[in-house]
């Protein structure tokens, strides 16, 4: 198979977070208007609002008023993440995915631990750490997540310069190499949990072919979560996971063809006990 159809989805995303940090850093330089703010507010063509919602609701139990744009903009973003997913994010925007992205691509190679290597981190630990950013926030006053966010650090890092974030993000890398497989993104941040629970019963899918599936288990290694593929080889069946983070890799790296993009109804996620 032609290596770049191959890997379309995986070219596609790269492509994407780097336009939308171009989009920043022109915005920036020039003051070009397609594209302005930050990841947690920003406006799109000069008038689009985009909110993020987890940060919002950081800034509301601070205590700040939130503006009608704001809200708009939160509105935008949650009919996006409806359709697409929340954690579309993860994988098509935000810049810390090509790190952590990178330094899981080099546990596999460096042979540092795949499969049923003993979990350090449970997954539901980014749940609580939903749970204290919000009482941190209410409790004093400040968008608690927002201040140490890598997700920030690495968007200011490289639309305003080089400081003192990008130590934390080499920091990052060397923890999700060195202590498991999508350590930060899979397990502690509380933006990736936040925008699964906001985007569960999105529309957009990925669905899987029992009969086409020949148990080479490339899915599991390439797979950032793995729980959502807990019945592959077993059954056809659509991933209502909400931590899939939809990046495709699964149907890149899937020979058979097993895998594939399926847009499905509310209504069929719940018949089937999403
Ligand atoms: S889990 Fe957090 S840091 Fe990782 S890609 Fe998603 S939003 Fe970014
Ligand atoms: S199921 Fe596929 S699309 Fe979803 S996170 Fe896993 S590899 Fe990515």
């Known amino acids: 198979m032609n290596k770049i159809f191959r890997y379309r989805y995986y070219l596609a995303r790269r492509t994407t977070q780097l336009l939308v940090l171009g989009g920043y850093f022109l915005a920036n330089l020039y003051g070009w208007e397609m594209l302005k703010g930050n ?3 920003s406006v799109l063509f000069g008038f689009i609002p985009l909110s993020d919602p987890f940060a919002t609701l950081q800034t509301f139990l601070a205590g700040a008023v939130i503006s009608a744009d704001v809200l708009v903009g939160v ?3 949650l009919f ?3 359709v697409v997913g929340g954690r579309f994010f993860c994988s098509w925007v935000c810049p ?3 790190i952590t992205e990178t330094a899981a691509a080099l546990r596999r190679k460096l042979g540092l631990g795949e499969k049923d290597a003993p979990s350090l981190l449970s997954r539901q630990v980014r749940y609580w750490v939903i749970a204290l950013t919000l009482l941190l926030s209410f409790v004093f006053s400040i968008s608690a997540f927002e201040v140490i966010s890598p997700i920030g650090m690495a968007h200011r890092g490289i639309i305003f310069g080089f400081g003192m974030g990008w130590f934390f993000l080499v920091a990052l890398f060397f923890f999700d ?3 498991q497989k999508y350590g930060w993104c899979g397990h502690i941040c509380p933006l990736g949990g936040f925008n699964a629970i906001v985007g569960k019963y999105s529309l957009i899918k990925i669905s899987h072919d029992a009969e086409k599936c020949v148990h080479s288990q490339e899915c ?3 797979c950032p979560e793995v729980g959502v593929l807990s019945s592959v080889g077993k059954k056809s069946y659509i991933v209502t996971g909400k931590e899939c983070i939809k990046c495709a890799r699964c149907i890149e790296v899937c020979d058979s063809g097993a895998f594939e993009v399926s847009i499905v109804g509310i209504a069929r996620q719940l018949k089937e006990g999403a």
């Open 39 to 41: 990841l947690s507010s």
């Open 75 to 77: 509105a935008v973003v």
């Open 80 to 82: 996006f993440y409806g």
């Open 96 to 98: 810390v995915n090509i």
């Open 177 to 179: 190499l060195f202590s």
């Open 220 to 222: 599991f290694l390439v």
